[in-house]
Each structure stands twice: as structure tokens, then as C-alpha cells.
């Protein structure tokens, strides 16, 4: 199991080098660069900004660099633990990176927890009750669920939460929990705010679920052994439970590998309309400003999340199933 | 001879004195404060605080400010809203004299070249430290002149690429002076930029510099920084605009709050709480801020702190969703929200400027945008009127790009020319110049036979600009004139306007009342932000660009001559001779008068006066003397 | 060449005998169209879809008014109801109306307030002269097919938006865009699916291996930081159609992976078929075995994978869009009009302007169920 374990992370380091290279072409490729970004912000405010002040920035930034020399630079930081230095904010990419990512994590891995309670009860129902009006209304529900744009529902979810329920606008705290130190309070505040953004984000993958599972499912209970099962007299929910469910659960843990990525782009643009503290505002931000480090590192770092997700999924996948690791 | 206006404001800070004096035993302070270890009120405010005349009323301590900031770099909210602390101020009507305010009064030296500053005794930073002329010193000599801090230099402390010297008489006392005349330095120390002046504080800041402690770039590369100079501005916050002023709790201020939570990258909330030795006091000798903190969210979409304005939880808005695009959304939200909408005047020069490019690369699109007519003829197929009551509800009246109707600086014939919805007379001066040859499209050809494509760029961000120029190309497309619609991203809008290349650019108007002194650009070719010449702009500044014809020139002459005066009289005079060549030379095309602004506030939140002006250089609410804003309950 | 198993012999003696009417034939399409054709939902969705692409087809024809047209007077005016009997001192009588606006302008909120005004009863009817257009930029015409008989008079379907222009006829342009969108975007998807999955099927080893790998990793990246920053690297100069294209190009980068991976299995699993093996030890080259043996048997399952993939495009662009880094106006999309629902004042004030939002939620569903049905057909021997 070990041997798996380390083989699979091995194998993840040139993946990670690839998003490295893919991360740094992104934030490379925009015109332009972040001074001449930052002046035209300023001068949108009507605020006005000095020329001899821009050359000064380009040059402290050293943006006029060979590209490869910047990506050796970069990434020779980062294996040191120094992302660089967000221009945007006159701050090191590391102080602020860490904690958004968490948050990201965070987020993602209690949809993904969400979405798994919810799908896999309704797709065993579904299943085995084919062609019922439970089955009928979640396949509906279902396909309806993957065919709304995300930030659609946030935008209304969010107006209705705040307006009908008077729930604190957007964000994942109240404004007296949120730089409080951690507490039991806290935490219920926490999922107060939090389900709408697990709603939004799980929604469309929870049904895409849901619909694997059913499909999983009813592959199993044709077979032979299902019905010499029932034949032999077992109770109908044993039946199901012992032996099909358990089957048709393994190629629904592979999917959490195309699960995540979608979570976290899912997550990207529905935090930006419900203002989660979270990395997808600062991303946007970054990449609008062409703040490039930080943009980078965030890249980076979501492509990171999504590898050691996959690698879980591996890791449980080999634990469910010997074939797997013995291969 | 000093200037009556001078010595009135000195009458003023000598009552000031008198009756703080009287008054040392009685003032008061907030509960807030009361069991702390500090000295008394009476010491802390020192013996002439600056006494504020409440708006409406004497206000009661207590409560916490909500605001909201939006996006990434948002520092100049705090700044606007509570960073507004000059030398001398301006009132909140704006009416262009100057208030005694960190300095209780000044005179001005006859030829404009030197200014006397006398400073409040007993003053404090809100560490408790004396402020003293040595504090100013400390910018005018140490900080304004070295290269890393200041590798360029505010434009208004210059004369002629020539830094100010200073001489301190006393520490309540120092005169800063040029040996050429600086006739605008009053209005601009007034400004939001005159907070530059009392922005360090010597003691705590100087620590950062190996001029005072040896050790300092040792401390820089400890704290992991390149530099000393990176590592003073990190702790110190140089320069006004520096989001590091808003970072360090520890950095001793002269503001009526000081941050405790400070606003960093990925911060939600930033959080400042009164600064106990604030020198300001209101009439009934209550210490001022009345408002003990403020907490302010940080939001990634204007949306979501509209939101927040709705549902309550923002007690003043000004400068993010306070527009008039928002306007019907927040009428209907004032019983929800607990607020009402409180009008605000905006004192720009028109609702938009359309700038046709003087100095376009093309030679043929030279030609023809240089031919007023041209210009004329764009302006005349407008209907200004329709265009008023799609983008901005009705609000406003035609009018060309000018200074405000009201202020010494109007112009009538600049104001009112060729705003006449006449599609017959656009089409007669479009023939007249050449333009009357039409191609396979049905659109006019260039003089040489070309096709004549117009590009009309805006920002897509900027909603009303890039409507404005949607509604603008289907006008001109009417008159023949091949006109598109480019929206583009700010940064290549920018990039493209300053290097010329450019046909027509859609962007809003800037001064147009006192502050035209401070930034002319939409009246004569004066920064890179004049768009309809920027290259003879550049030429101004001494940044490359193109000789411009003479009538420019006797306008940089002009200007000249309003820099070399301090007399207001005359200054006006001067910018109404340089106006009529703008008149005559018609550089950019109007819509209509500036659309009135607006700030949301919270039933709750007293002192607030309305109908003020608005504006980056005279900031709202900051005018407003936000110290004295009070919650009702 | 005499071989023990002589194919041609075989293919001509079963014409002969479906000729003569002794075998029933029927061709793999047509048992295809027979078992889609018994999968309800997927008939509906099909008619759905061709409506949808018909209505794309001739946007300008179907569009009242041209997309840019902009009215003061309009500003968020309501949708109006069609009336179809209309009732007067003559008696009541067919003749389809809407009714005009009587409009005020709120002192306080400056929002302009509308109500229907039985006064003005605007006639509309089919095939109405309007405004001139060119029909796909060539022809110049000037019918539309619904609209108010005098073409002065207000006609808001669904509502105007913010600057009084018809979000009907919007909508049906940004309908061409959004559809194409998608199908220009499968294109490219296909061809690089194609080619990349055909290869990894049909080669195997090494070959199969690194793009197994490629498509492993292009799957790993969360789409929206990559989209976001390849969107924002656009030149900023370029014309919108280029953006346009660029956009495609960027969606089907990504949207490849899935029909190389439908691709690459089919191959693998053909490649042990008799029939592909018989006709390898025939001797015919491998060009012509791909492309005359097994390509035929791939195409009801790429078809599934296109129709699976389009819907993703359309969202994908919504997406860009409301991020502010796809298309955008004077180009008109489905996401860039949902650009314009994204605020307060279209939820509580305007909420018509979600239409466009109901129009991409029907056209991913319609895709989807066709590509279900088609998926499910595709294989018509399976049970």
C-alpha cells in the first residue's frame, strides 16, 4: 500500500511541473503589465498618476526580464516557500495566499462531503425504484440542476437570503465573528453563511452524481447474483446494501478526480458574487490586474488542491479495491 | 501687502485659542476612553484645539461606523472617507477659501515664493508624541528629497523641478519657501493632497532611515524587505496614497481614528478605533471623533455592498453604489434599508467628454479631426436630449465640456456652443469639408477616396461610458459617418490613448470648478490625460510628444502667468482669457451638465450636511468632517 | 487472389438475396433513427434543438427590431401581452394587438414607471415591414416576421433593458452567437479529439500512454483559473469576431479530452472486432481501414459526445462572460445579456432580463437529452 502511495506521489511531481509552466504562460501572456494596469486604474477615479512613477515601479518589479529568466526566478522562490510579491498589495504573495486557499479547501471538501450525503441515498433509491416519481422528479431535477449557470443561482440566493432572512450580506461570517478568534459561536455562524455557497457549488455536480450512481446501480442489480440472492430469500434492503452498493460505490469514488476540478472552478466564480473570503475573488482580481505572482500562485495552488484530491481518491479507490493497488 | 483673506483666517485661530483657553477645565471625552491610563482630556487635546461647529447639532458619543470597500486596491476609500487631514482645509460647500485646520493660520509672502505656518500648541499624534514643525521638517528635508522614497515628486510641491526649503522658527512655527513663485501651493495644500505635508511623524518613522539609526537596513533585511526605504514604507506609509498607511496599527496618526485591523491582501474586514489624543473638539467642548470605531467590509463586486446598503448594514456610501444607475433601486430601498439618499453635487465639467484625437498618427484622420468643423458637425448630429434621458434618468441639461455655471471660471459660449440637435446643418459641415463622397456602404469616404472608419472606444467597466458610446455611433452612423463602437479592457484603453493612437475616446469629465487650477486637462493640452491632444500634451510636460500650434502655446503661457499669482481675482481673470481660446478651438465634445451625485445614509447617522460637493481633490465625505458625524442611537 | 475467405463474394451474394426480397435489410442509421425515435424525451429535445438552430439561422428575420435599436422612451419597459381578440364600440373581433405604454417618470427614484395604455392598441401581425436589414450580411430585406404594422410603435415582447432596446430581438441574436458557439467549438474539439483519440486507440503502447497522460492532466486543471487566464491574455485590440474565435479556440482546448476519450475506446474495442482484423489480414492499408472500416461504426457515438459537449460550450461561454473576460458588446450573447441580469436592479426591478438566462437553461437541457437519446441509439444492437 505504501509502495502505491509513493509511486502515485511521484508520479504527481512532473504533473506539478506542468501546471507550474501552464500557470506561469497564463499569467505571462496578457499585454502589458501590472503598472500599466495599475495606472489606468488610478486614473479612472479621476486620481492622477505621474509617468516618472510608473518607470520607478516597472523597474523595482523587474517586469522588463527575460521571460525564462522570471520563470526560474519564480519557481525557484516557490521551492524555497517564496511566491513573490503581490504588486496590487505590496505584500508577499505567502502571507495572504495560505489563508484563501484554506478557506478553498475548505469549502471544497465540505460540498464534496454535502454532495456525496446527498447523492448517493437518492441515486440508491432512484435506482431501485426505477421509473418511480421519486426516480422521475430527481432525474429531472437532476438535468435541470446541471443546465443553470451557477452565478444565476448565487446572485438570486444570495438577494433572497438577505432581503427575506435577513442573513448578513454574502461572506462566510457575520461582521463580529470574522476577525474573532475561533469559538463553538463561530463555527455555527460559519454554516450559517456557508450552505448557500456548498448549495450553489455542489448542485451541479450533486445531480451529475446522483445520475452515476443510479447508472452504477442498476448495472448491478441485473446481475445473476442479485437475483440468486433474492432467490435465496435475503430481505430486499440487505440485498441492495451488502453486495450492489458496495460495487457500483467504486467507480463513483473514482469520479471525485473530475469532481474537484469542476468544485473549484465551480467555487472560483460563485464566491466572487457571494464575497467569500476565499481565493476566487483574489484571483480575479489578480488576473485582472495582472498582478502576476499572486495570480500564479493561486493557479498553482488550486491545481495543487486538485492532484492531492485525485490522489485521495486513488489512495481510497486502492482501498476498496485490491485489484487496483496490485496492478 | 498680505492678503486680507490671511489675516482673517489668522483672526479666526487666534479666537480659536481664546476660548479653548477658557474652556480647558470643561472638555469632555467618550465613555469609551474613560478607566484608561491616560492624561487628562484638557492635555491630550493641547490649548487650541480646533473647535468644529457641528452640522446640525452637538453629537453624543458611541457606536461603530459601517462602510464597505470594493475590489482589489480600495485604499483610497479610507483615505476619502477618513484620511482627509491637511495643513489648511476646505470647507464642505467648497467655496474655495481656505480653513485653518492642522495649522491654525498662514500667511503668504507678496511675490507667492514663501509661507508662514503657524501650528497648534500642545498638539499630539495619537501615540500621545508632540506634533511639532519638526514632524514637517522631517518630510520637507529627510523624506520629500531622497530617491527611493520619493523617486518623483508631487507636481505641487515643485517649482520648475525646484523641492521646497523650510526654516522652523519655533516648534509651532516654520515657513516653507521656492525661489519662484508657487501662486497655487495655498489651494493645493488644501487639497487631498495637502495631507502629504503632516503625514510622518519624526520620532517614530525616522527609525526606518540609516540617516537616524544605523541599524536600519540591517532591520529591513530582518523584516525580510529589500530595503530600508522598502521597509519605511511598509511601516510608515510614505506617500498619501499608499495603501501602507492603512497597514501598521503601531504608525502614530493625526487622524480622528487609528487602524486596528489593518487592511491587507485578503483581509474582510478592516477596523479602526478613536484616537485618543484626536486635537479636534466641538463647540460644547466634547472631544471629537463622537464615533468611537469603524468597521469596514471589503467586497469583491459593487453588488454585494449595494446589497449590504439595502439591507442596513452601511451607515454612509458615496463611492461605489451611490450612482445614478442605482438610483431607482435605492429609492425603493430607503424603509428596508433604514436610509435615505442624500444629493450631492458634483462639480465636474460635464456628465462625459468625447475627445476626437488632434494628434491622430493617421495623416488622412489628422486632417479631418483637426478640422473644427469636423468636430462641429459630430456635436450637432447628437440629440442630446434623448441621450440625457437613456443614460443618466434625466437628469441634467446640454451643455459642452466647461466649468460649472455659478463659479468665477464659467464660460458661457465654451458652455453652450453648437449643442443644437441639427442632423440638416451636420450633414451640410460634414459635406463642406470634403466629406461628401460616399461609399458602397452608404458611409462617408475620406477626402482622398478611402473608407473613413471612426472608432469610438470605451471602457466596458465603466457602464455609462461604453452605453454612452453604443448610443453615440448609432447617432453619427445617421449622419453618414462610419462610426464603431470598440469597448475595450481599461488597460489597452489606457495604453492606446496615451501612445495617440486613438480616433474618438469616451471618458469622463474632470474639474470644473475651483480645481481647474489644479488640473486643467480638459481645457488646454496639460497632462496625457488631455485625450483630444495628448501628444502636445506630452510636449508640455517634456515627455516627447509634438510642437503644437501657437494658440497652445498662449494658453501654457496663461497658465504660466496663474501660477505666478496668488491673488484669486486674478486667477480667474487669467483662466477666463485661456478659456476663450478653448471656446474657439472647441476640443471636446459635451453631453450635459455633470449628473448630480448622491451618498446613502443611515437614518441613524447625524451631522451629515447635504447638497456638498464631491470629488477626488475635494474628497466626500472626508469635507464633511466625518469626526463630527454622530449615531442618533 | 484466392483466400478461404473471400469477402466481396459474401457482400454481393446478400444483395443478390436482399434484392430478390428474401432478407429484410435495414441500413445501421436507419436502426438508429428506430430505436432514437422510441426515446420520447430525445424526439422532443431534437425538435427543440432544430428550433433552436432555425431560430439562429434567421435571427434577423425573427428579430422585430435590430439588436442595437435604442429607444429613451423605453428604458425597462415591461413585457407586453399579446391580445388576440379586440374589443370596441364595433364589438369584440380578431385582431392580435399589444398595448402601448402610458409612462411617468418617478420623481424620486427617476425610474420610469409603465403601465399598458388601452388607448393605444398597436396591431401587429406576421410578415411586417420593419426595419431594413441585411439578411447574413448579404441580402437586403426588410419583413420581419412578428412585429407592430407601424414600426414606430413599441414592441416588447419580453421587455426592453436599460437603454430601451427589445431584449427579444437581443435575445434571438445572441442566440446565433451562443449556438455557434458551441458547434464551432465542438468542431474544433472534434478534429483534435479525432485525431489525438483515433491515434491512442488505434497505435496503443508508448503512443497511447502520453496522451492518456496529456488528456490526465488537461482533466486535472480546474478550467476556470486556465479560461480566466487565457481570456485575459487576449490582445485587447483585437475585433470582436476574433475574440469570438479565439474564445472558441480556448473552450474546445479543453473540451477535446471528452471525445478523444469516446474516441480512443471505441478504437480500442474495434480493433479486436472480426471485421477490422479480416479486413487488416485482407491487406487493406491503414488509411483506408480507418477511415472506410472503422470511422462508420464511430459516428452515432461521436455524434453522442458532440451533442454531450455543446451544452458545457454555452456554459462555458456564460460563464467568461459574466466574468467580464468573454465577448464582448457590440456582440450580443446569451452570456453577454446575463451580464446586464447581474445586478439588484434586474432582479427586483427588471427580472425579464433572465430570460436569455431560461433560454441557455432550455438549450443545455434540449442538448443534453438529445445526446442522451443519441447515446442510448447508438448502439442498436445493444438490448
Keep these: ?327 | 501687502m498680505k492678503h486680507l483673506r490671511v489675516a482673517a483666517l489668522a483672526g479666526i485661530s487666534f479666537a480659536a485659542l481664546a476660548s479653548g483657553a477658557a474652556w480647558a477645565q470643561e472638555y469632555q471625552q467618550s465613555p469609551a476612553l474613560d478607566g484608561l491610563d491616560l492624561p487628562s482630556v484638557a492635555e491630550r487635546v493641547g490649548s487650541e484645539p480646533r473647535v468644529v461647529t457641528p452640522v446640525s447639532e452637538v453629537g453624543k458619543y458611541g457606536g461603530t461606523f459601517r462602510g464597505g470597500m470594493v475590489g482589489g486596491n480600495d485604499r483610497n476609500m479610507l483615505f476619502t472617507y477618513f484620511g482627509y487631514e491637511p495643513l489648511l482645509s476646505w470647507d464642505a460647500d467648497w467655496s474655495g477659501e481656505v480653513f485653518p485646520n492642522i495649522a491654525s493660520g498662514y500667511t503668504a509672502s507678496e511675490d507667492s515664493k514663501s509661507f508662514t505656518f503657524t501650528l497648534r500648541e500642545g498638539m499630539k499624534w495619537s501615540d500621545g508624541s508632540p506634533f511639532t514643525a519638526d514632524d514637517i521638517a522631517f518630510f520637507i528635508e529627510d523624506v520629500l528629497p531622497d530617491e527611493k522614497l520619493f523617486p518623483t515628486k508631487p507636481g505641487w510641491l515643485t517649482v520648475e523641478g525646484e523641492l521646497p526649503t523650510i526654516a522652523v522658527a519655533s516648534p509651532t512655527e516654520f515657513t516653507i519657501s521656492w525661489t519662484k513663485p508657487n501662486g497655487l501651493f495655498i489651494i493645493n495644500a488644501a487639497s487631498v493632497y495637502g495631507v502629504q505635508l503632516a503625514l510622518l511623524n519624526k520620532a517614530y518613522c525616522s527609525q526606518f532611515m540609516p540617516k537616524y539609526n544605523p541599524d536600519a537596513d540591517a532591520n529591513a533585511k530582518a523584516a525580510g524587505v529589500a530595503d530600508w526605504a522598502e521597509h519605511m514604507t511598509n511601516m510608515c506609509g510614505v506617500g498619501i496614497e499608499n495603501i501602507q498607511r492603512w497597514r501598521n496599527p503601531e504608525r502614530p496618526t493625526l487622524e480622528a481614528w487609528h487602524i486596528t485591523e489593518p487592511y491587507v491582501a485578503g483581509a474582510t474586514r478592516v477596523s479602526f478605533e478613536r484616537n485618543p489624543y484626536y486635537w479636534k473638539v466641538d463647540t460644547a467642548g466634547n472631544q471629537l471623533p463622537y464615533i468611537d470605531g469603524l468597521s469596514i467590509s471589503v467586497n469583491a463586486e459593487a453588488q454585494t455592498l449595494l446589497l449590504s446598503v439595502l439591507a442596513g448594514e452601511i451607515d454612509y456610501e458615496v463611492r461605489h453604489t451611490a450612482n445614478t444607475a442605482n438610483l431607482p433601486v435605492l429609492a425603493e430601498g430607503t424603509e428596508a434599508g433604514n436610509f435615505y439618499i442624500s444629493p450631492r453635487e458634483s462639480r465636474v465639467g460635464n456628465s462625459l467628454a468625447v475627445s476626437v484625437n488632434l494628434n491622430s498618427h493617421d495623416p488622412v484622420k489628422a486632417e479631418i479631426f483637426g478640422n473644427k468643423d469636423f468636430r462641429v458637425a459630430l456635436s450637432h448630429a447628437l440629440d442630446r436630449v434623448a441621450i440625457i434621458d437613456t443614460l443618466f434618468l434625466g437628469q441634467g441639461t446640454p451643455q459642452q465640456v466647461s466649468p460649472r455655471e455659478g463659479t468665477p471660471f464659467y464660460n458661457e459660449r465654451l458652455a453652450t456652443q453648437y449643442l443644437e440637435y441639427n442632423v440638416d446643418e451636420a450633414n451640410r459641415l460634414l459635406d463642406s469639408i470634403g466629406l461628401d463622397k460616399r461609399g458602397g456602404n452608404g458611409f462617408r469616404l475620406a477626402p482622398d477616396g478611402s473608407p473613413l472608419v471612426v472608432n469610438v472606444a470605451a471602457v466596458t467597466a465603466l457602464g455609462a461610458n461604453a452605453d454612452a458610446a453604443e448610443l453615440l455611433v448609432q447617432y453619427w452612423q445617421a449622419v453618414g459617418v462610419d462610426a464603431r463602437f470598440s469597448a475595450q479592457d481599461r488597460t489597452r484603453f489606457y495604453e492606446e490613448k496615451t501612445a495617440s493612437q486613438h480616433d474618438i475616446v469616451v471618458w469622463g469629465a474632470t474639474s470644473g470648478g475651483i480645481d481647474v487650477f489644479i488640473d486643467p486637462r480638459d481645457y488646454f493640452p496639460f497632462s496625457t490625460e488631455s485625450n483630444f491632444a495628448v501628444d502636445w500634451a506630452k510636449y508640455y510636460i517634456g515627455d516627447g510628444g509634438t510642437e503644437p500650434p501657437d494658440y497652445v502655446k498662449e494658453q501654457w503661457a496663461l497658465y504660466d502667468q496663474i501660477k505666478g499669482t496668488s491673488n484669486p481675482e486674478e486667477q480667474a481673470a487669467l483662466f477666463q482669457q485661456l478659456l476663450e481660446i478653448t471656446a474657439d478651438q472647441f476640443y471636446q465634445i459635451g453631453i450635459s451638465t455633470a449628473i448630480p451625485g448622491l451618498a446613502v445614509v443611515s437614518n441613524n447617522l447625524g451631522n451629515v450636511p447635504t447638497d456638498t460637493p464631491t470629488g477626488w481633490i475635494h474628497p466626500d465625505p472626508g469635507t464633511l468632517n466625518t469626526e463630527q458625524f454622530y449615531f442618533k442611537n | 487472389m484466392s483466400a478461404p475467405f473471400d469477402t466481396t463474394k459474401d457482400a454481393e451474394l446478400l444483395d443478390q438475396q436482399v434484392h430478390a426480397g428474401s432478407l429484410v435489410a435495414a441500413s445501421q442509421w436507419a436502426l438508429i433513427w428506430h430505436k432514437f425515435s422510441r426515446h420520447r424525451l430525445a424526439m422532443v429535445a431534437l425538435v427543440v434543438v432544430v428550433l433552436i438552430y432555425l431560430v439562429a439561422a434567421f435571427a434577423e428575420f425573427l428579430a422585430p427590431y435590430d439588436p442595437g435599436k435604442f429607444d429613451p422612451r423605453y428604458t425597462f419597459a415591461p413585457p407586453q401581452q399579446i391580445h388576440l381578440f379586440l374589443t370596441d364600440e364595433d364589438g369584440t373581433r380578431f385582431a392580435p394587438h399589444v398595448l402601448g405604454y402610458k409612462s411617468q417618470v418617478d420623481p424620486k427614484s427617476f425610474r420610469r414607471l409603465f403601465q399598458p395604455d388601452p388607448e393605444k392598441v398597436i396591431p401587429i401581425a406576421f410578415f411586417v415591414e420593419g426595419q431594413p436589414y441585411k439578411f447574413w450580411g448579404i441580402w437586403e430585406a426588410n419583413r420581419h416576421f412578428l412585429g407592430p404594422l407601424d414600426k414606430a410603435d413599441p414592441f416588447f415582447l419580453i421587455g426592453g433593458d436599460r437603454l430601451g432596446r427589445d431584449l427579444l430581438s437581443r435575445t434571438i441574436h445572441g442566440t446565433r452567437i451562443s449556438m455557434s458557439i458551441g458547434l464551432v467549438g465542438v468542431t474544433f474539439s472534434l478534429i483534435i479529439g479525432l485525431i489525438l483519440g483515433g491515434i491512442s486507440g488505434y497505435r496503443g503502447g508508448l503512443v497511447d500512454r502520453v496522451i492518456q497522460r496529456v488528456i490526465e492532466f488537461i482533466r486535472s486543471v480546474p478550467t476556470i483559473p486556465l479560461w480566466l487566464g487565457l481570456a485575459a491574455a487576449m490582445p485587447k485590440d483585437w475585433p470582436p469576431l476574433q475574440v469570438y474565435f479565439a474564445i472558441l479556440i480556448i473552450l474546445s482546448l479543453i473540451g477535446w479530452t471528452e471525445i478523444a476519450r469516446v474516441v480512443r475506446g471505441r478504437f480500442l474495442s474495434l480493433r479486436r472486432e472480426d471485421f477490422v482484423i479480416a479486413a487488416r489480414l485482407d491487406g487493406v492499408s491503414e488509411f483506408r481501414l480507418i477511415m472506410r472500416h472503422m470511422m462508420p461504426s464511430l459516428y452515432s457515438h461521436i455524434i453522442a459526445a458532440i451533442t454531450l459537449a455543446i451544452p458545457n460550450m454555452i456554459l462555458a461561454e456564460t460563464a467568461l462572460s459574466f466574468l467580464g473576460l468573454g465577448l464582448q458588446p457590440p456582440i450580443v450573447s446569451w452570456g453577454v445579456l446575463l451580464q446586464d441580469a447581474q445586478n439588484l436592479r434586474a432582479i427586483t426591478q427588471a427580472p425579464w432580463q433572465f430570460v436569455p438566462g431560461v433560454c441557455v437553461v432550455v438549450a443545455v437541457l434540449a442538448l443534453n437529452f438529445l445526446g442522451d437519446g443519441v447515446r442510448d441509439a447508438a448502439d442498436p444492437y445493444a438490448k
Design chain 1, 1 to 327: 500500500m505504501l509502495i502505491f502511495i509513493l509511486k502515485r506521489v511521484a508520479g504527481m511531481i512532473p504533473a506539478m511541473f506542468a501546471i507550474s509552466i501552464l500557470a506561469f504562460t497564463v499569467i505571462q501572456l496578457p499585454p502589458g503589465d501590472y503598472v500599466s494596469t495599475y495606472a489606468a486604474q488610478i486614473a479612472q477615479t479621476g486620481e492622477a498618476v505621474d509617468s516618472a512613477v510608473l518607470a520607478n515601479l516597472r523597474e523595482r518589479y523587474g517586469l522588463g526580464e527575460n521571460v525564462a529568466v522570471q520563470y526560474f526566478k519564480w519557481i525557484g522562490g516557490i521551492v524555497r516557500g517564496d511566491f513573490g510579491q503581490s504588486f496590487e498589495w505590496n505584500q508577499p504573495v505567502t502571507e495572504l495566499v495560505w489563508g484563501r486557499m484554506g478557506m478553498t479547501a475548505l469549502i471544497s471538501f465540505l460540498t464534496l462531503i454535502t454532495m456525496w450525503a446527498v447523492s448517493l441515498p437518492i441515486g440508491i433509491i432512484s435506482a431501485v425504484r426505477q421509473y418511480s416519481v421519486i426516480d422521475y422528479l430527481t432525474t429531472t431535477f437532476a438535468f435541470l440542476a446541471t443546465a443553470v449557470p451557477e452565478f444565476l443561482v448565487a446572485i438570486v440566493l444570495l438577494y433572497i437570503s438577505t432581503m427575506w432572512f435577513g442573513v448578513s450580506v454574502g461572506g462566510l461570517f457575520s461582521p463580529a465573528f470574522e476577525n474573532a478568534p475561533f469559538s463553538l459561536a463561530k463555527v455555527l455562524d460559519f454554516l450559517q453563511h456557508a450552505w448557500i455557497p456548498i448549495l450553489v457549488i455542489g448542485l451541479g455536480s450533486t445531480a451529475a452524481l446522483t445520475r452515476i450512481m443510479r447508472a452504477n446501480l442498476l448495472d448491478e442489480l441485473h446481475k445473476p447474483y442479485v437475483e440468486a440472492a433474492r432467490a435465496k430469500g435475503l430481505p430486499e434492503g440487505r440485498l441492495v446494501l451488502t453486495y450492489p452498493v458496495r460495487v457500483a460505490l467504486n467507480p463513483f469514488i473514482s469520479t471525485i478526480g473530475w469532481v474537484l476540478p469542476a468544485l473549484i472552478s465551480g467555487e472560483l466564480i460563485v464566491s466572487t458574487v457571494l464575497n467569500l473570503p476565499t481565493a476566487g475573488p483574489l484571483l480575479l482580481q489578480a488576473l485582472k490586474s495582472q498582478d502576476m505572482y499572486l495570480a500564479g500562485a493561486f493557479i498553482l495552488l488550486t491545481g495543487g488542491l486538485v492532484l492531492i484530491g485525485t490522489l485521495i481518491s486513488d489512495i481510497l479507490l486502492a482501498i476498496s479495491d485490491p485489484r487496483i493497488r496490485l496492478s
